[in-house]
């Protein structure tokens, strides 16, 4: 728990899921060593991203998880008029993130991810387990943005277009599969293996990796890319987990083969955030938590 919120104050359940969406964002950005990824030890595959930029966007994010909670709490159930809010205050979110960075996407796929479970989070205080709280972002990432434009261009689409794969907005209106039947039960395995918190969330982010279309990867490496990385994540696990020796290896080989590739797998990791918001959220609210 934060020390924040350790104190008595009252705190609304809108700032409590925007706390936990920036902190799970921080965690990941900090988890080292991630193969392609920026980590605590640099760059990785990327040339205008870095650990501090990841922090400074994460944090200018905290108003637009609040505010899409907030719109979810105003709204009380899935809707058309919330899913055309949501967008809006996503694409908002996308602005100040790029005024933040200096034009770098450090966090698009975050702010769709987490948005979206954010208020899928804040629709239902009572059931916040992870399965019912994907299943109420995929409901709302099922309805289609009025307002986003037809001809909207982006690396994720012409990447959609050209491999016949659906990204983000799939895994979204799946209900985060690669989170729900991979990344959290990764984590309780690795735990329960007592291999360090870590290396638990690094097990978890390399059974992401085993089996996503990850479109950054695509769009920067193609087929062979994303191959590269599905396979290297799974001889990873299949050794015994980052843990082990055997794992760290091939942990090292897989970061080698991504790096000559130039790929980075930018949605595992934001699924990686999503994974570890809602391992956060299903241990139940703080006690101070008030009821708007
Ligand atoms: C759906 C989004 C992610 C756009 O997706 P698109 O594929 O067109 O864009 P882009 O190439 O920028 O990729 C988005 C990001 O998703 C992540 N990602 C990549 N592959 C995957 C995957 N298989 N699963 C999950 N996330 C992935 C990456 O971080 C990537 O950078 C979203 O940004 C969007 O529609 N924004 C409009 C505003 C909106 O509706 N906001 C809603 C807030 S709840
Ligand atoms: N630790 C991290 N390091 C790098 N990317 C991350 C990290 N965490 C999350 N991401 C995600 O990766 C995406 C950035 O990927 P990428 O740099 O490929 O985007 P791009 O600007 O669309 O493409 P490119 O840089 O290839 O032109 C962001 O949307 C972000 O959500």
Redesign the pocket.
Known sequence: MNAAHSKRAPLALSDYLADLAVEALIDEADLSPKPGLVDRRGSGAHSDLHLGLMHASAMSLWPCFKA?AEAALAEGCVSQSL?DT??????E??QEMLRVTGGV?T???????L??LC?GAALDRRELGAAPVATRAAQ??LLT?SA?PAS?????????RRYG????????QLAFP?VLQHALPQLSRSRAASTGEQNARLDALLAIMSQ????????RAGLQGLRCMQAGARAVLDAGGVASLAGRRRLRGLEHDMLRLRASP??????LAAALFLDRLQHGLPAQIGSH
């Open positions: 899409m899913r949501l967008g809006r205050i996503g694409r979110g996308e996407n966090h698009r796929g975050a702010i769709w991810a948005g979206l208020a709302i990432a943005d986003l909207a261009v982006s690396h994720g689409t012409e990447v959609c794969v659906r990204g983000a907005r799939e895994q979204a690669a996503l279309a990850d479109t950054c990867v695509l769009y930018g949605g595992a990791a934001d699924l």
